[in-house]
């Protein structure tokens, strides 16, 4: 794969946008620009179905913008895609020559199980979850989707999204009650025709697009969250309802100056978040996710995996760590070497760790803050830990959760417990001390298996039984070469794994023959 920028338009029915990726030989990627015009097509279809000049006009106002950008950034590979809009408009062939002629740009208007389908391919490239049900409400329809162990079974694409049921039920600014009654009843009457949805209430409702985004920032804001990032942000049902019931109420005014709720949205969001809270209800679901990512990024992951003659990564959060790996300048040799050293250390500890916890949870948490450990070194070397708890509090890791997000970002950073614990404090409501003190223990050692690699050389090449002396552990590690700094600073920082254990502990460090030992598998 030669590198390349490779621009996705998509010509939905509210809003219009420009994306520009970067994919390099080594199948790295990320994106460069992000262009956004509100044009709310589906307002201007008028009654024989025709999309109205002054619709078409905005579009190619819009399309030529794009194109001064896409020529400006030299990028040859674009594509272009209409979504419900131009699926209705019934003079959809003579706006789309009339764009070709003024443009130059050829425009795919999909079908609606390709618009469903590539929301679908979005979170399954992008989140760990392998069952689940999918909504992606635009302006002018709503796709839900049914997928089990990742596969597709079920799509549906209902012809109306929170502009068309804003027109059709809503005539003020404010709903009357009557109103939302009708609304809520045509809704719920919709979506029970999907028999293949039913009994699935273990299965988490993820929403696409950006009336799901403002219904998450919102519940954010309320909760003044802490974690940065939307992506696989996690609201309870009921608090979803609740949003919603509060929305009803709320003039237009009102809903403009709500923390959280975009002011091009203020106007439509009412039949979206009522379209999200029903389906949730009615599913029976405990919880619904946000995802970022939607049907522009599916269209990218099929181009991104073509080559590979799949459309689906293996391992979400391999594929994410990779990514990491490649923009933070990681050496994949040295993580592997660090992440065995620590789950070894960890094998001989886990029995002194003064928290009851899951070995399987521990050996994960550890294997993947390895993964990152010490990143922020990429931006500076003398405030590595800070640098790297405020990246990975700061950054969407694809596949892992937000709390798992956390717990990494306290292991991978770690370098004292006073630290730990300033760290800790904007995030209190989300954390239980029983979990920091997890964490500590976690964190001090992966301090020492990076002691164990300072010189980058690989010199330990065993680590032997740990035994118990009376209050004090004795560790001793095999050494095939010069192991003069690992000592240095593994006797400098075993501090740290003794306050976590409260007990002492002695390394000793034992030159040997190369062939004698290797690290204990």
């Known amino acids: 794969m030669n590198q390349k920028r490779f621009a ?295 181009k991104l995996l073509q080559p590979m003659e799949t459309n689906r990564f293996p391992n979400v959060v391999e594929e994410s760590f990779y990514q990491l790996s490649h923009n933070y300048e990681v050496s994949l040799s040295q993580v592997n070497h660090i992440s065995l050293l620590a789950s070894q250390l960890y094998e001989q500890f886990k029995s002194a760790c003064r928290i009851e916890h899951s070995p399987e949870e521990a050996k994960h948490l550890l294997k993947s803050s390895a993964r990152v450990l010490y990143i922020g070194e990429f931006i500076n070397n003398e405030a590595s830990s800070q640098n790297t708890f405020y990246l990975l509090t700061n950054m969407t890791i694809e596949g892992i959760s937000h709390e798992e997000r956390l717990a990494i970002a306290f292991i991978s950073s770690f370098r004292s417990k006073n630290q730990l614990q300033q760290n800790a404090l904007p995030f209190s409501k989300l954390l239980k001390k029983k979990q920091l003190k997890f964490y500590e223990f976690l964190g001090a050692i992966m301090k020492i298996a990076y002691s164990l690699d300072y010189s980058r050389r690989k010199v330990i090449s065993g680590i032997g039984q740990a035994k118990q002396c009376g209050d004090e552990w004795i560790i001793p590690f095999y050494v095939q070469e010069d192991s003069h700094f690992e000592e240095l600073q593994t006797l400098r920082h075993k501090k740290h794994l003794e306050k976590a254990i409260k007990c002492p502990i002695q390394f000793s460090f034992k030159k040997i023959q190369p062939s004698k030992h290797k690290i204990l598998t």
Request: charged share 25%.
């Open 8 to 302: 996705i338009i998509d010509i939905g029915s509210n809003s219009v946008r420009l994306v520009i990726n970067f994919i390099d030989s080594n199948g790295c990627y990320k994106e460069l620009y992000n262009f956004k015009t509100v044009a709310r097509l589906s307002s201007h279809i008028n009654n024989q179905g025709q999309l109205t000049p002054k619709g078409r006009d905005i579009i190619v106002e819009t399309l030529h913008r794009f194109k001064h950008v896409i020529t400006y950034h030299r990028v040859r590979d674009v594509m272009a895609v209409a979504t419900a809009a131009f699926r209705k408009a019934s003079n959809q062939k003579e706006i789309l020559e009339h764009i070709k002629r003024k443009v130059g740009f050829s425009i795919r208007v999909l079908s609606e199980k390709e618009e469903a389908f590539y929301g679908y391919l979005a979170i399954v490239n992008s989140m760990s979850i392998k069952n689940g049900i999918t909504v992606d409400i635009g302006g002018g329809s709503t796709e839900i989707t049914l997928f089990k162990n990742r596969e597709l079974l079920h799509y549906h694409s209902f012809p109306f999204g929170a502009i068309t049921l804003q027109n059709q039920f809503i005539q003020g600014e404010q709903p009357t009650e009557e109103e939302m009654m009708m609304l809520e009843k045509f809704i719920i009457g919709e979506i029970r025709t999907l028999s293949w949805l039913t009994s699935h209430e273990e299965y988490p409702v993820i929403g696409i697009g950006g009336s799901a985004r403002n219904l998450s920032l919102i519940h954010q804001r309320k909760l003044d969250y802490p974690l940065a990032g939307m992506h696989q942000y996690e609201i309870p049902t009921a608090d979803l309802k609740e949003i919603n019931e509060q929305l009803k109420v709320s003039s237009f005014e009102e809903r403009q100056n709500i923390d959280g709720l975009s002011k091009d949205r203020a106007d439509i969001i009412i039949p979206a978040s009522q379209v999200i809270t029903s389906l949730t209800e009615l599913v029976g679901t405990n919880s619904f996710i946000m995802s970022r990512k939607g049907l522009r990024d599916g269209l990218f992951y099929e």
